[in-house]
């Protein structure tokens, strides 16, 4: 078998995985997609139900969960993704900030405060964990330089977007977005759509108003606007919703105490001669 067989039975194992969702319109040597609340073993429907708490999936540390397990999921996340060429995980005590930083292929010792990564290393996975906010992860148009970034209503607002992308050092072309609350689901107040009005009318568009005095806000629209922005041609994603999918996404909404999923972005080392 060829080298460049071999290479698309793994790309194809890559996007049918149980474990996530992949991430699409990236170069091809670029590797993102969204964990699954649950691995899927259901054989008709009248068997799903509700992902509660922690589920079976959870990666994150902070939930509640026992941390003995969660750390088991994360070793065990790496190993599903070594094949694709991942090295290690770089994760970030996430604060709803504007906080992003630049790392590489060393091991960072202290787990770092922040809401987006950089980096030109391969092999080096950037993850973000989320139940609800959006995770975003973008690349330029070489595929040699990547970022991932979580983005909750405050953090969109105040401009982790612009924060993270603002580190790159190269122009940014591609960007997906993954599961996170839609508009049907995201009732907020109108001190929410203040935030984003305030700044830029075109947010006007991205409210619906209810009856009550609250609005429902579409985070996916505004963060396309604010990638077409930052000169972003492409944008996917932003096609799902973890409130409404409750057999595949943690929701904080749907239930306050649940679990976390990481999305993910690497450029793959496993063919030394990408350039």
Known sequence: MTETAKSAIIDSDFFQSQYW????????HIYAGQTLAIVEKIQNSSQASVVQDFGQQNLGLHVGDVAEAVQHRRIALLKHLQPFGAKRLQWLNQTHSTTAYIVDDRPVLTL????????????????????DCLPIVVSNAQGTEIACLHAGWRGLANGIIESTLGKMQTQPAYAWIGAAISQPNFEVGAEVKAAFVDQNSDFEADFLAREN????????????????????????????????????????????????????????????KLV
């Open 21 to 28: 969702q992949a991430a699409t319109g990236l170069p091809d």
């Open 112 to 131: 770092l405060d922040g809401d987006g990564l950089v980096t030109q290393s391969k092999g080096v996975a950037l993850m973000m964990m989320t139940a």
């Open 213 to 272: 005095g609250k609005y429902l806000a579409d985070l996916y629209g505004i963060a396309r606007k604010k990638l077409k922005a930052l000169g972003i041609g492409s944008v996917t994603g932003g096609d799902r919703c973890s409130y409404a999918e409750d057999q595949y996404f943690y929701s904080y909404r749907r239930h306050a105490q649940t679990g976390r999923m990481a999305t993910f972005i690497f450029i793959s080392a496993k063919d030394d």
